[in-house]
Each structure stands twice: as C-alpha cells, then as structure tokens.
C-alpha cells in the first residue's frame, strides 16, 4: 500500500494515518510528491526526512519513504507493485475529492484501489495549509506543539530562530 501525499509539512494526522495504515500492510510505503500548483515551505527531500523522523519516534517499523516528483501516484504504485492507495477523509469534501482521484486514477491503472480512513476526531482539524498559515503569526510555537511531531517543530523553530525547540 502507498500512501501518497506532498506533507508540506507531515501532520499529527499524516502520522496517526501512517500509523494506522502501516498495520493494515506488510509494507506501507510513504511517497512524498510534489504538486506543480503548490509553493512549498520544505524540499521534498527536508519532507521525506521529517517524515523519516517522526516514523522512527512513533517506532514503525514497516515503512518505507520515498520522493516521487516525475510520474502520476498511477503509475508509480504500478512500477513498486503497489495495489492499494491509502487516503485519509477529513470532511465531505475531502470524500468528493478523493472519489474524483480514483477515478482518475483507475483511467491510468485499473487494478489501483483506493483504501479510505476516517481521520481520527483530534486530528479531523489539522491541515498542513493551516501549519503553515499559524506558522506566520507571532507565538505560534506552543500551538504548534499540538498540530504537529517533534521533527517538524525543530525544523519550524531553526527555520525561525536558527535553533530548534530541543536545545537552548
């Protein structure tokens, strides 16, 4: 299974879904993309390592990560043998959305399916577009605390400060 996504940054809610998907399969493969309409914060290399970080936190022990920046998630699942995409579903919007890329999706891959998790209730909120938008506001480091792992609070704080939140 692959779950797909550009984690700019990773959430609390991407790793409560990588946790879940992770025991679901025998491999859970995080694929971390890049979205030509989107700016990023991070490279997809500081997203992939962050993701690394707060998997190696949470002690799972059967993901892999990898960055994907030049074939449709169709196609990719393809070339790894991949037949399952997890996708996690905040709100009905998120459902319409993800309804819309499978069927995308299958027009590229017909034997792609598409597995659907319900976020977890604490996590329904959290977005990264939201991160991102708090990040600009002054004290936004303990709220933070609460929408986001410990990896990705240090790489805010040295982004900001040029220390992280673990050292003084």
């Known amino acids: 299974m692959v779950y797909a996504g550009s984690f700019d940054p990773v959430t609390k809610g991407h790793m409560d879904l990588i946790r ?3 025991q679901m399969c025998d491999t859970l493969l995080v694929c971390v993309g890049n979205n030509v309409n989107k700016q990023y914060m991070f490279t997809a290399m ?3 390592n962050m993701i690394r970080q707060s998997i190696n936190l949470l002690n799972i ?3 892999l990560v990898d960055i994907n920046e030049t074939v449709t998630l169709a196609d990719y699942a393809s070339v790894y043998g ?4 997890l996708r996690g579903i905040r709100n009905g919007n998120d459902l ?5 890329m499978h069927e995308i999706n299958q027009l590229f891959n017909p034997t792609l399916d598409t597995v659907l998790l319900m976020a ?3 996590h329904q909120h959290i977005s990264s577009s939201a991160v991102r938008e708090i990040y600009k506001f002054p004290n936004w480091e303990n709220t933070m605390k609460q929408l986001v792992t410990l990896p990705v609070h ?6 900001q400060h040029g220390k992280t939140g673990t050292t003084s």
């Open 154 to 159: 240090d790489a805010l704080m040295f982004r």
């Open 20 to 22: 879940r998907g992770a």
């Open 120 to 122: 977890s209730p604490q």
């Open 82 to 85: 991949v037949t399952h995409i």
């Open 61 to 63: 022990n059967n993901c």
């Open 46 to 48: 500081e997203r992939a």
């Open 96 to 100: 319409v959305a993800e309804k819309d």
